[in-house]
């Protein structure tokens, strides 16, 4: 099946520690993007790449950060200068610039 | 800059009724428009999108939407709610060269 995983599911983090998420796609879409939802806030962009070995940040970028070594893989890493990591996490693509985006299931990230 | 207002952060319907859920933009450029819904715990899918041509847009699981130019708007519509409906829907906004903007959303909840 074609689609976006998102991996885990859930995560827990203890104060001080740098966590990875996962967000893969077999859609073959260029670009790639991460969110964070809060709950009232709707979505707001974290970092987004459009093609390989290149990205941007969003508008909250801070603590955290990204690769794109693969068309197909575009992992965010959530430092520990990251405040207020306790969040949901979604990953989405886009075939190309101003086509609609496509979602994975998203990762709740949790700091105990 | 570019922003998508949701006026309605909740709305209660009984199960049965007709739907309309509100979103404004703020935008230079005629823009792409898209609605979203997303189950708890899950990621967004995409119920409908418009692009160009007839402003009023049919989409899945029975909703539609209109543009409206004139009003900056694109609201969507079901004339029947079913329980399933409950959910949080995403209006999201988009232009040439930027980025995905959502808005804050509103929360749907049905009575039986």
């Known amino acids: 099946d074609g689609g976006i995983t998102q991996s885990p599911k859930y995560l827990f983090r203890k104060e001080g520690q740098n966590v990875t998420l996962s967000c893969e796609q077999n859609l073959n879409h260029d670009a790639m993007y991460w969110y964070r939802q809060d709950p009232g806030q709707g979505l707001r962009l974290i970092y987004y790449s459009q093609i390989v070995n290149d990205f941007q940040k969003g508008d909250i970028a801070e603590g955290y950060s990204v690769s794109r070594e693969k068309k197909e893989s575009f992992p965010l890493t959530v430092t520990s200068a990251q405040k207020n990591p306790t969040a949901f996490y979604l990953c989405?693509?886009?075939?190309?610039?101003?086509?609609?985006?496509?979602f994975g299931q998203g990762t709740r990230l949790t700091v105990v | 800059a570019q922003s998508v207002t949701q006026p309605d952060i909740h709305i209660t319907v009984s199960e049965g009724a007709s739907l309309e859920l509100r979103c404004n933009y703020s935008?230079?450029?005629?823009?792409?428009l898209f609605w979203y819904v997303q189950s708890p715990g899950q990621g967004l899918q995409l119920l409908l999108k418009?692009?160009?041509?007839?402003?009023l847009v049919q989409g899945i699981k029975g909703f539609e939407a209109e543009f409206k130019r004139s009003q900056s708007s694109f609201n969507l519509r079901k004339p029947s709610v079913h329980w399933s409906d409950a959910a949080e829907y995403f209006c999201a906004v988009e232009s040439y060269g930027q980025n995905f903007v959502f808005g804050p959303g509103t929360r749907l909840s049905v009575l039986p």
């Open positions: 989405a693509t886009f075939r190309t610039v101003n086509t609609e985006a496509f």
């Open positions: 418009y692009f160009s041509g007839d402003t």
């Open positions: 935008y230079g450029a005629t823009p792409y």
